[in-house]
């Protein structure tokens, strides 16, 4: 009881201090011989403390699980963005929250980007992401820092850290929040092709200035939520939170054609709520049905005065958002699927944009903060009923689960998931490898690490090419 207790109270949150390489790890079980690629996962993990900095703006690091062959390999590097470079340069922090520079920072120093919250693979090209700034161009293997990618200048701005490829043509679909400035209403939406052409680029206004994490890509159709997690450049120069929980701006969600343009969106209301992810989305008829993991109040943010936000309303639960394109109503219904917390959701990326008959998220435990507390896996239908569920041991946690297929021709969800799970009595962390159709078994195959990685936020498979 007393290991436990001691566990629970551990956290994975804090930063870890070195780069390494690890060409041989341990395996506990036997590899799948189908997964020959890489695991790249990016989170949050500060250079130098900076005091009163949010979790969210720690710079990034990357970690990448290679598996080949049924033997596997890590290395882990962190982005070298200008703001790392010039802070590795002068041993010290030079900024705080949300790009804040500090008041003895060198006034040539201007760049706050971290590239922290995810990391892709399109046209070629390996990219670090976060939403306030361009992509951050990675080298396969390496991992060595390229820069950013403006795609010949034809994209400026911020760039969100959840692009949507479109699983049948390659098409990558963004947008950017904050578009005309720090805390500011305007979007930014644009694609690029297959072949890493910028195919369109304009912005837009929303209802107010909102953290807008996620968003929604269907076969036809582009959601944009904006949801009352609002930025203020009045409140952060006046030193109040620049992002803070305003329920009583209302929750809103602009419903866009893809071949139409910015002027013809449609704004939805619905029950003020915050969602930083989307599992999957769809049309079915006159209809789009949206998956996403919905709190009834945003976590990690206070309101604008300072105070915390309920705790107890804090946790995210599977919930379905339906919106009718008839026209009889600008209200779209929500639902929730389950009473379970959860977060990080993903599908089968083959059917994204479609419906999809499997998905996949980690759980949590309801006693702990929502984030630093996700100790499980659940696997859901198309309807979000569970197939599935598998719990860790007391105090462990687990990322985001990443799903790969066995083969390019697999049926939808056959395949695997991949995860990295911290071991909190051991202090380090294993890549948990699991049947995707069958968690319950547990993982089929452990790859063991000597330290731990710390919790993050988002990674990809990446095959052999």
Not at 25 to 36: A, D
Not at 165 to 180: C, H, S
Request: glycine share 10%; proline share 7%.
């Amino acid at each position: 009881m007393q290991q436990d207790a001691f566990a629970e109270r551990r956290s994975n949150l804090a930063p870890i201090p070195f780069e390494a390489d690890a060409p041989f790890l341990k395996i506990v079980g036997e590899l799948p011989r189908e997964l020959n690629g890489t695991l790249y996962r990016n989170g949050p993990n500060p250079q130098f403390e900076s005091v009163g900095a949010h979790w969210f703006v720690g710079d990034g690091m990357l970690h990448a699980f290679h598996l080949e062959n049924g033997r596997a390999s890590y290395r882990n590097r962190w982005v070298r963005t200008p703001k790392w470079q010039a802070e590795h340069d002068a041993g010290r922090a030079l900024f705080g929250g949300f790009g804040r520079k500090l008041p003895d920072a060198p006034a040539h120093v201007t760049d706050g980007g971290v590239a922290n919250t995810n990391i892709i693979f399109h046209a070629g090209k390996l990219l670090a992401l976060e939403e306030a700034h361009l992509p951050t161009a990675i080298e396969p293997g390496t991992l060595a820092t390229r820069g950013y990618c403006s795609y010949q200048g034809r994209v400026a701005g911020t760039f969100t850290a959840h692009p949507k490829i479109d699983p049948a043509t390659g098409e990558l679909v963004f947008f950017g929040y904050n578009a005309a400035g720090p805390l500011t209403p305007a979007l930014s939406y644009g694609s690029i092709d297959a072949s890493a052409k910028v195919t369109r680029f304009e912005r837009f206004e929303a209802p107010y200035a909102s953290m807008v994490h996620d968003f929604i890509v269907t076969e036809n159709h582009v959601l944009f939520p904006i949801l009352p997690l609002t930025g203020s450049i009045a409140r952060a120069t006046s030193g109040k939170p620049p992002y803070a929980w305003e329920p009583e701006k209302g929750a809103y969600v602009g419903v866009m054609k893809r071949k139409g343009t910015v002027k013809d969106i449609v704004w939805f209301r619905a029950e003020t709520c915050y969602v930083f992810h989307v599992m999957n989305a769809w049309e079915d008829g006159n209809r789009i049905v949206a998956d996403v993991m919905q709190f009834e109040e945003a976590p990690l943010f206070p309101h604008p005065d300072g105070r915390p936000t309920n705790a107890e309303s804090s946790f995210a639960r599977h919930c379905r958002w339906t919106f009718d394109l008839t026209g009889n109503t600008d209200r779209f219904q929500q639902t929730y699927l389950d009473d379970l917390t959860g977060e990080f959701p993903r599908v089968d990326d083959r059917r994204a944009g479609l419906k999809s008959r499997h998905g996949w998220y980690a759980c949590a435990n309801p006693r702990l903060p929502m984030f630093g507390a996700l100790s499980g896996i659940v696997h859901v239908d198309g309807n979000g009923r569970r197939l599935g569920h598998y719990l860790l041991p007391a105090g462990d946690t687990i990322s985001e689960p990443v799903f790969v297929e066995r083969s390019e021709d697999a049926q939808e969800g056959d395949g695997w998931l991949l995860a990295v799970i911290w071991r909190a009595r051991d202090n380090r962390s294993d890549l948990a490898v699991f049947n995707a159709t069958d968690v319950e078994a547990g993982p089929v195959a452990l790859v063991q690490l000597g330290h731990r990685v710390p919790d993050g936020f988002h990674g990809n498979w990446v095959g052999a090419q």
